[in-house]
């Protein structure tokens, strides 16, 4: 099945950009997804982008995606101390299983 | 609001005594499904449901029970908690399967079982 992995931490300054990495296995991967858990909270949809797609932008968030490589970033543009979280990266193949999520990089914003 | 609502949002309780979390969706969503969330170890999928009556095995479904006999309610059913259950549950609903636009998620039920 899907793998998709993350690293666990990441430590930006305030206003600098943050990119957060992700991996997957599955080549047949078509939906690709960031999500933000704030602390207490639920999990809540970035942003998405289709493996049709190599680029998408919504105001401060870049998502690129690399096919051969299998890899998936999310930039934070000008991070603020709001931007702080859990992010999740996850994969959806073509079948009707559910979502694989990475274990969550946690984005640490230093003033 | 569109929202995913579980109930309740703390749980405490001893093991072995049955418990029930409750996830209703208001989206007419036909999808839903169950994840938990432990640390180091991500989100992992306990059981899912493509609409009424339709209900299939996740990643982790021993020890739980689901049942889908309204499209708006999948409740997630623990009839002999044990400890290794103590986690963070998430419920999720889509339009599909297929999760086009992702998936809402509730606000989370932070379980324990001593």
């Known amino acids: 099945g899907e793998d998709v992995e993350q690293s666990l931490f990441l430590s930006v300054r305030e206003g600098d950009s943050s990119v957060i990495n992700c991996t997957y296995t599955d080549s047949s991967s078509t939906y690709l997804y960031w999500y933000k858990q704030e602390p207490g909270a639920g999990l809540q949809l970035l942003t998405y982008?289709?493996?049709?797609?190599d680029m998408k932008q919504d105001q401060r968030l870049t998502v690129l995606l690399n096919k051969k490589d299998k890899h998936l970033s999310l930039r934070i543009a000008d991070t603020q101390t709001g931007d702080s979280a859990i992010y999740f990266c996850?994969?959806?193949?073509?079948?009707?299983?559910?979502?694989?999520f990475g274990k969550g990089t946690h984005l640490i914003i230093q003033p | 609001e569109a929202q995913v609502t579980q109930n309740p949002r703390y749980l405490i309780t001893v093991t072995g005594k049955k418990l029930t979390v409750t996830c209703s969706q208001n989206?007419?969503?036909?999808?839903m499904s169950w994840y938990r969330q432990d640390p180091g170890l991500g989100l992992r999928q306990i059981y899912y449901s493509m609409n009424v009556e339709v209900t299939d095995k996740g990643d982790v479904p021993e020890g739980y029970k689901v049942s889908r006999k309204e499209k708006r309610n999948f409740p997630l059913i623990l009839e002999s908690p044990s400890p290794n259950q103590t986690s963070l549950y998430f419920c999720?609903?889509?339009?599909?399967?297929?999760?086009?636009?992702?998936?809402?998620f509730g606000s989370g039920t932070r379980l324990t079982v001593v």
């Open positions: 982008i289709f493996s049709n797609m």
């Open positions: 989206m007419n969503h036909e999808y």
């Open positions: 996850a994969a959806r193949g073509g079948g009707a299983d559910g979502l694989t």
């Open positions: 999720a609903s889509s339009y599909t399967g297929t999760g086009l636009y992702g998936y809402t």
